[in-house]
């Protein structure tokens, strides 16, 4: 496992602002809350109601292209389990594993598997005939997968309204309705920001604010480019279960929760959105009873549109951008919030620098 941390220097910090009630809020809240810090999340719609709501929800690390992201990402996956046995199982977690045969996501199935083995990851490449036993629903069963067993995903709203709670019972204290318009500076320094209910200021702000970190931080002449990245998905009504796994096949990637809903979309790179959403999202069900036997009656639920927040090089955007304030912005971030969130909660009570998230501060776009 890479080492966690460098030095540590003296920090004193009692007081953090979160602007964002998503997914890496949620976890960032529910470290410094449980650390006795005075917690206040401002968000200004419903926890979870924006990117989070609307996300695949896949956690994995075979979407790690370098080496350190891989890093990051695997850390991530097994601050899970950590996660979740602090919340004592009240996280709503799948680790259905992943089975991938999509050409864009894999290249060659055989150098994917041996490059994320070689990086101790558990992937390898199962035949045509295993993959129709472990997915005897899918029709056209491909010659080759590539099956990476110890991924799964997330309920992502009911994980972070679960990561809210246990922040809050610890004393951390949620906002909504309340948007934060500016941040607000002292010389150099950021010590608060202005909403509707007035200023609020702190030791720290954190922004996990998605897309709209760029905008905050335009503000106090910051340059951290996020494009929102528009993702399409399509829901459906509870069915009897059709997949076993997270399925990421040639324009369609599925996966099916415990509650029997089958989740779908096109493209994990973005794409346009369309101007009749539901008539997507209808013709991606269609698609999958077309891939899938016994699907017949499956049922249009919903059509969702996220706007995934991307950094302008592809990659996280973690750490402090200027003093007083911490910068979080990423995709996947249903992946990587249980690293971030804790490691965050180091970096800013202890004067901490994790050397996992060394390559990803928001400082490389000035």
């Avoid at 990086?119 to 199962?126: A, F, L, T």
């Avoid at 629903?137 to 080759?144: E, I, N, Q, S």
């Avoid at 790179?269 to 991606?284: F, I, K, M, Q």
């Avoid at 699907?295 to 090089?313: H, K, M, N, Q």
Wanted: glycine share 12%; with cysteine; charged share 25%.
């Amino acid at each position: 496992m890479p080492q966690d941390t460098q030095t540590a220097k003296e920090a004193l910090v009692s007081s953090v602002l979160i602007i964002g009630a998503g997914i890496i809020g949620a976890v960032t809240a529910y470290h410094l809350a449980r650390r006795g810090v005075a917690v206040t999340v401002i968000e200004r719609g419903r926890p979870a109601a924006g990117a989070t709501a609307a996300s695949f929800a896949w956690i994995n690390a075979s979407a790690g292209r370098t080496k350190d992201y891989f890093d990051l990402r695997q850390r991530s996956l097994l601050e899970y389990r950590t996660l979740a046995a602090g919340l004592n199982g009240g996280l709503p977690l799948e680790w259905s594993g992943s089975l991938i045969w999509d050409e864009d996501e894999v290249g060659d199935p055989a150098d994917f598997a041996a490059r994320y083995s070689a990086w101790s990851y558990e992937s390898r490449v199962v035949e045509k005939d295993e993959v129709a036993r472990r997915e005897p629903a899918v029709k056209d069963v491909p010659d080759r997968a590539v099956l990476v067993p110890d991924e799964g995903s997330l309920h992502p709203v009911k994980g972070t309204l679960a990561l809210l709670d246990a922040a809050k019972a610890a004393g951390a204290n949620l906002i909504e309705g309340w948007t934060a318009s500016r941040l607000v500076t002292r010389g150099d320094r950021v010590v608060g920001v202005e909403t509707e209910g007035g200023e609020m200021t702190a030791d720290c702000v954190l922004l996990a604010a998605g897309s709209d970190t760029q905008r905050l931080c335009d503000g106090v002449g910051l340059t951290v480019p996020i494009e929102a990245s528009p993702g399409l998905l399509a829901h459906c009504k509870p069915h009897a279960r059709l997949i076993n796994h997270i399925l990421i096949t040639p324009g369609l990637h599925m996966r099916q929760d415990a509650e029997g809903h089958l989740i779908a979309g096109r493209t994990f790179g973005g794409g346009p959105v369309p101007n009749d959403r539901e008539t997507e999202g209808r013709r991606l069900v269609r698609d999958i009873k077309e891939r899938l036997k016994g699907a017949d009656g499956l049922e249009f639920e919903a059509a969702t549109v996220g706007y995934r927040p991307i950094p302008a090089d592809g990659y996280p955007a973690i750490g402090f951008a200027m003093p007083g304030l911490y910068v979080a912005a990423m995709h996947s971030g249903i992946t990587l919030a249980p690293a971030v969130g804790r490691f965050a909660a180091l970096e800013i009570l202890d004067g901490t620098e994790v050397s996992l998230l060394q390559p990803f501060r928001p400082g490389r776009f000035s």
